[in-house]
């Protein structure tokens, strides 16, 4: 995680109650005890032990037009 600049998208893969989930977006934040993550959804606080994996990912593409 400590190799993942701030401001880089990326997916990060962490522990839940019953199973795993994904947070998509942008990495806001790392420190010694998690990470913060801006999803379309808002900001997620992703505690590192729980933490699974996690890699940069590219920007999405351009919308189409109709």
Do not use: N, S
Not at 1 to 9: F, K
């Amino acid at each position: 995680m400590a190799e993942l600049a701030e401001g880089t998208r990326v997916v990060v893969r962490h522990r839940i109650e019953g199973g795993f989930t994904d947070a998509l977006g942008y990495l806001r934040e790392h420190d010694a005890t998690g990470c913060t993550v801006q999803t379309r959804r808002g900001l997620v606080r992703v505690a590192l032990a729980d933490v699974v994996a996690a890699k940069p990912v590219p920007e999405p593409p351009a919308r189409r037009r109709a």
